[in-house]
């Protein structure tokens, strides 16, 4: 029993460590960069349309906007980025779509609360029996102080 509680709390640790899928975590990366691109757009119709008064714009304008904002623009840079993220998932561990860690999370949640009310119950049943069986230090406090006999 306790064996088992302790596999479903190596299973909820495996699943909040899991990367998102690569196809979602390159969408995550889009959406960033496509966040930056859009913080800035130059002024490139003013600067170089100008009449007679034309000079090029100083680098000084950009100043106060970050190179990454400037960079995003460039579909060169973020094949780059899409490749360092593929690249990185060949050392990642199995991955989880965003859209059903609530449901596994769930699921592991119930199954691990039905293992403690079994292993609960026995520790009641050898208590009545005069065997004492100590408890684990992380046993949920709500099925400790909740559980009670069956009647059988």
Known sequence: ???????VTVEQRTLD?????????????????SGLAAQW??????????GTDYRPPSPDDYAPHKVAVLLA???PLRDVLRARLRSAYERLPASVPSAERP????????????LELQEEQLILEAAESGMAIA???????VVVLTTVLRAD
Request: glycine residues 0%.
């Open 103 to 114: 449901a596994r999370a769930a699921d592991l949640v119930n199954r691990r609360r039905q």
């Open 41 to 50: 757009t130059p002024p490139v119709a003013i600067d170089f349309t100008m």
């Open 1 to 7: 029993m306790r064996a088992d509680i302790a596999q």
């Open 17 to 33: 460590a899991a990367p998102v899928p690569s196809d979602e975590a390159e969408r995550r990366l889009d959406d960033y960069l």
């Open 73 to 75: 623009n460039l579909p």
């Open 135 to 141: 408890r684990r230090p992380d046993a949920d406090p």
